[in-house]
């Protein structure tokens, strides 16, 4: 359940034009109501399809061997039981992975040949012809499962969100506005508000809820997402909406379809928690708690590839928890997690990362927040005590500076200059320094 407290606000939807509705029209507007009416008798242009991929795993070495094997034994199987390569190709994978897209009229429609997920993934719905072929190719080029069979999935990849699912909000009583409708087991979790003027909702295990100011629209795994259980909601300078999963990669939305991104991709993790845009306009993803999703470290992706960065590259953790890029142009990367110590804050120039911890002043190695104020100096929330950088040294503020709490959980800077300092304990504190 949840309430707003106001005015009575449409977000997006615009005003509608009824002067052609009514009687006395000229005659501009009923040749063009005419026009309109003649369009819509028109047939529909073909939805896009749905698009799944198909991906098997060997040592990269024997790609090559594998692609002859797929086009004698595996692609005619493929055509003899109706699937339909794509036009479109498909990005490049990590290079231990063979893959091939398929297009369907309907998500529904691929989804009758998919199986329910097996461990992390879905597969193609098997048949006795299909069960040999996968043990054939596994006993060739290797299998790390019991039946023997080789390492595959099939998931979708790239589907048409359609309308989703509505529903009409109720009314509610004076200031207040309750959407009984969106009452789940587990509630709803944050939210974000679009260039557009919708609302968008995180429902735990529900997938994602958008409000128009009128009615609620869900979007889960029946309209393309790879995973209803949603953590992060992101919007890029684009326009796209990002939904880090917590266990299905990252999906895009761009208006129509929802574009799935996963390890086959090189994102780092099926678990991302942290979303983050650079002024170069990449993005970066982090994954969330140590014990789930896979992966290490952090990926960067510039709109075609992914390029992942870890300890091998100069991290002090594999484990990244706040992304934030200064107005120098430095990325900073708080280390640690749910249950990872942290190991610091390290900066990178966009060549090398330079990790500083408690030996260069910081009052602790565990970070909880970032913030620049308006002259450029950086603060951590820590739970230590708070420390502002200025590019060279730390200076650190707690108890005895006059804060309330040493156990500092946000730093904000508001308009007029005041930093707001927030505590586990709940206290609250602004000052100018």
């Known amino acids: 359940m949840i309430s707003y407290l106001g005015t009575r606000k449409r977000y997006a939807r615009p005003k509608q034009d009824l002067s052609l509705m009514t009687p006395h029209c000229n005659r501009t507007a009923c040749a063009l109501l005419t026009t309109l009416l003649a369009l819509v008798a028109l047939p529909a242009h073909a939805a896009d399809p749905a698009l799944a991929r198909l991906s098997f795993w060997m040592p990269p070495e024997r790609l090559a061997e594998f692609e002859i094997a797929y086009n004698h034994k595996v692609a005619p199987y493929l055509k003899k039981r109706g699937l339909v390569p794509a036009a479109t190709p498909g990005r490049a994978t990590v ?24 461990g992390w993934f879905y597969e193609l719905d098997p048949d006795p012809q299909w069960t040999a072929l996968l043990q054939e190719l596994g006993a060739t080029f290797g299998s790390p499962r019991g039946d023997g069979q080789i390492a595959h999935s099939f998931a979708p990849y790239d589907v048409p969100a359609g309308t989703g699912q509505t529903v009409d909000e109720s009314e509610g009583q004076g200031h207040w506005r309750t959407f009984n409708e969106l009452e789940a087991p587990h509630g709803l979790r944050n939210m974000i508000q679009d260039r557009q003027g919708y609302l968008w909702f995180i429902g735990l295990d529900r997938g994602i809820f958008r409000y128009d100011g009128q009615q609620w629209t869900q979007f889960s795994t029946k309209n393309g997402l790879s995973s209803n259980r949603v953590i992060k909601l992101f919007e890029d300078r684009q326009g796209h909406i990002w939904a880090g999963t917590m266990d299905g990669g990252v999906c895009r939305y761009d208006g129509k379809s929802w574009t799935q991104f996963t390890e086959l991709d090189s994102l780092v993790g099926k678990f991302i928690s942290r979303i983050y845009q650079d002024q170069q306009d990449n993005l970066w993803f982090s994954k969330g708690r140590y014990n789930l999703g896979g992966g290490k470290g952090i990926s960067r992706f510039d709109g075609k590839t992914f390029k992942n960065f870890s300890t091998q590259d100069g991290l002090p953790s594999d484990h990244i928890k706040w992304i934030q890029q200064d107005s120098q ?29 408690t030996r260069d002043g910081l009052p602790s190695n565990s970070i909880n927040s970032i913030e620049e104020d308006q002259d450029g100096f950086l603060w951590f929330a820590t739970p230590e005590g708070a420390s502002r950088f200025d590019g060279e040294n730390f200076k650190n503020f707690s108890t005895k500076d006059g804060l309330t709490s040493n156990q500092i959980n946000w730093i904000q800077q508001d308009r007029d200059g005041l930093l707001w300092f927030v505590t586990y304990l709940g206290m609250v504190q602004k000052g100018r320094f």
């Open 329 to 357: 142009g430095h990325l900073w990367f708080v280390t640690g997690s749910w249950d990872v110590a942290g190991k610091g804050v390290s900066r990178y120039d966009g060549k090398t990362f330079k990790t500083f911890t």
């Open 95 to 118: 290079d231990s992975v063979f893959s091939r897209l398929f297009e369907f009229e309907t998500l529904d429609a691929l989804r009758q040949e998919m199986t329910t997920p097996t």
